[in-house]
C-alpha cells in the first residue's frame, strides 16, 4: 500500500492532473458525471460551430475538444477549466492559416494542425523557463479591446452564413460593406431560419440557462432540414462528416510552414495562456485553491500538442462551459475527461445525424456566443478611472478591426508600452508643506504653483518614482525650477526619496550634476526617508560620501528640525 502511495506521488509530480482526482466518492462521482453530461450538451455544438469558424471541418472542433480535455485534466492544475474550441483561438487561426493555404482543404487543415502544435511547444517552453509574467505586457485596456474587436470579427464573419451568401472579403469593414452591397442575394429561407435559431437560443437562455440551448436548436433544425428537405431548397447544409476517432499523427508541412505560423503561434500563445491564467484564478479564489501558473503554462501546450495531433486546431479556455461545469457541481477534472469519452462515444456512432444540419444554425450558435462577450460595461469603467487607458482600448478595438487582429494587438501593445515609458519618464512629483493633523506636523504636497519654498530658504521635494534614465532630465528639470524661483534666500534642498526604490547609473549621475550645481549656488542637498535598497545604491556609487552622511535623514521631519537647528529658522510648531 505504501508503495502505491509513493507511485502515485511520483507520478503526480510528472502529471499533476493525477491528483486533482483525490477524494471523488460515489456520491461525488454523480454529480461529475452529471456535470459532464451537461457539459457534453453544450459542448458538441459550439465545437462544430467553431470548427466552422476556424475554416475547417465542423467534427474538427470536436477533434480539438477531444484532445484539449484530456490533456488539460492530466497536466493542469485547476479543478474547474475546461479547454477546447473557442471562437477567438478560431477566428485567429484562421486570419493566420487562410493566406498560407492557398484555398486547399488538406493544406489548410495541416496549418492549423500545425499551428496549435507550435502553440503547445512555445506553451511548455514558456512554462519551463517561467515566462508567467510575459502576460503582464497585456493590460486591461488592451485586453478589453482585444476582446471587442475579435467578438465584433466573430460576428461579421457569420453574416455572409446568416444571410446565405458566400463573401469574398475576410476583413471586418470590406466583409460589411461586401455584405451590404450584395443584400439582393439573400436566400430568405437561410435568413429565416437564422434568425429563428437566434431568437430560440436568446429564449432558451432567458427561459433557463441550465438548459442546453444549442443543443436543443440543433436537435431541432436537423430534423426540420431532414423532413422539408432544405438542402433541396437553397440552404447550406453540413454534409457528411466522417464517422470515427480522428487518427494520431503530425501535420504534412514544411520548414517553411513553421516559420510562416511562428509570429501567430507566439502571439496564440500569450492570448491564450493569458485568458486562461484569469479564469483560473477567478474560480481558485471561489473555491480557495491554489493553481500553479508555469504548470498552467505547460498544460495549455499539452492540449493544443493534443488537439493538433488528433487534427484539430488551437485550444483554448472555455468560460462559458467552465461556468456551467462549476454550476453542475463539477468539482474536478473528472468532468473534462467524461466529457471527452461522450466526445468520443458520438464521434464513433453519431456523426451522421449532422449530416442535415444547416450551417446557418452553426453560424447562429456563434453569434448568440459572441454577444455574451461584449462588455461595454469594461469601456464604462475604463473612461470613469482613466481616460488614457480608455482611449488606448479604443485604439486597440480600431486597430484590431482595421488592419487585423494581431497586428492590432501588436500595435496597441506598443502603445501601452511608450504610455508606460512616458509615465515613468514624467511621474507625479510634488513640493511639501508640513501641516498639522491632530496635534503632529505631516508633510504633504502642495502645488508649486502656489509657492516655490516649503519654508524659508527651505524646499522639501519628492519625487515618486525609481530615477532612471527615463526621467533623470525630468527629476534635473524640475527640481531647477523650484531652486530658480525659490532665488537668492535658498539655503537647502531636501529630496524626500521614500517613494525611489531603485536608480541607475544615469540617475546617479543627473543625482550628482545636481549636487554640484546646487553646491556653487551655495545651497545644501539631503535626502530625507532613504530605504535601505537606495542607502546601498548611493554608498555603491559613491552618493552617500559625496553628500555626507549626516545629511541623509530617516524622515523628512527629521531633516526640516535639522535644517531650523543649522539655519536658525525659528520652529513652527
Known sequence: MKSLS???????????????????????????????VTVFAILAPSAMAYGDLAGVTPVAGLYVALGAMVMYALFGTSKQLILGPEATSAILTAAAVAPLAGGDPARYAALAALTAILIGVLAILGGV???????????????????????????????????GITLENRDFFPQLFELVSRLDETNLLTFALGIVSILALFGIRRINRALPGPLVVVAIAIAASAAFDLAGRGVSVVGAVPAGLPAITLPSVGVADIQALLPAALALTILIYADEILTARVFAARHNQKIDPNQEFIAIGMANI????????????SSSRTVVADQMGGASQLVGLAAAALTIVFLLFFTPLLAPLPTVVLAAIIIVASFGLLDVQAFLFLRSVRRV???????????????????GILFAVTLSLINVLYRISRPHDALLDDVDVGGGVVYRGVSDKATA?????????????????????????????????????????????????????????????????????????WIARANEPLRELLQVTGLTKRLGKENIYPSVRAAVVAYRERFGAALDG
Open 6 to 36: 509513493l507511485l502515485f506521488t511520483n507520478l503526480a509530480r510528472i502529471i499533476p492532473g493525477l491528483a486533482l482526482f483525490t477524494g471523488i466518492n460515489s456520491a461525488s462521482l454523480r454529480t461529475e458525471l452529471v456535470a459532464a
Open 129 to 163: 523557463v517561467r515566462l508567467g509574467f510575459i502576460t503582464d505586457f497585456l493590460s486591461k485596456p488592451i485586453l478589453v479591446g482585444y476582446i471587442a474587436g475579435t467578438t465584433l470579427i466573430v460576428i461579421a464573419s457569420q453574416s455572409g452564413k446568416l444571410f
Open 306 to 317: 493534443g488537439a493538433g495531433l488528433v487534427q484539430g486546431f488551437p485550444a483554448a479556455t
Open 389 to 407: 487607458e480608455f482611449r488606448l482600448a479604443l485604439v486597440t478595438l480600431l486597430g484590431v478591426l482595421t488592419i487585423g487582429i494581431l497586428q
Open 453 to 525: 519654498l516649503t519654508e524659508a530658504g527651505l524646499v522639501v521635494y519628492r519625487f515618486d518614482a525609481p530615477r532612471v534614465f527615463a526621467n533623470a532630465s525630468y527629476f534635473a528639470q524640475r527640481l531647477q525650477e523650484l531652486v530658480v524661483r525659490a532665488g537668492e534666500g535658498l539655503k537647502c534642498v531636501i529630496l524626500d526619496a521614500e517613494a525611489i526604490s531603485d536608480f541607475d547609473s544615469t540617475a546617479a549621475e543627473a543625482l550628482e550634476n545636481m549636487d554640484s550645481d546646487l553646491d556653487q549656488r551655495g545651497v545644501e542637498f
